[in-house]
């Protein structure tokens, strides 16, 4: 039952991430993204390491388009 449950949550955790960004903020989805992967890890269906992967994983989304947001120095 686990092992379902964990599977259905990884495959919503990745369509968040793969989301367009006109589909969604992009801060929004790191937020949702990251409550997502605190939601798995609370209900024993990842590790801490597994969480510290996924949350690592949103920063970088987040940190690459606020980049890109930017503009020019």
Do not use: V
């Not at 790191?30 to 949103?58: F, I, V």
């Amino acid at each position: 039952m686990k092992e379902a449950q964990r599977k259905l949550a990884i495959t919503a955790w990745k369509q968040l991430f793969t989301l367009s960004a006109n589909r969604i903020d992009d801060e929004d989805r790191y937020y949702r993204l990251l409550r997502s992967a605190d939601d798995m890890e609370r209900e024993g269906l990842m590790t801490n390491t597994e969480w510290l992967k996924l949350a690592q994983q949103a920063g970088t989304l987040f940190s690459s388009t606020a980049e890109c947001m930017a503009g020019p120095k």
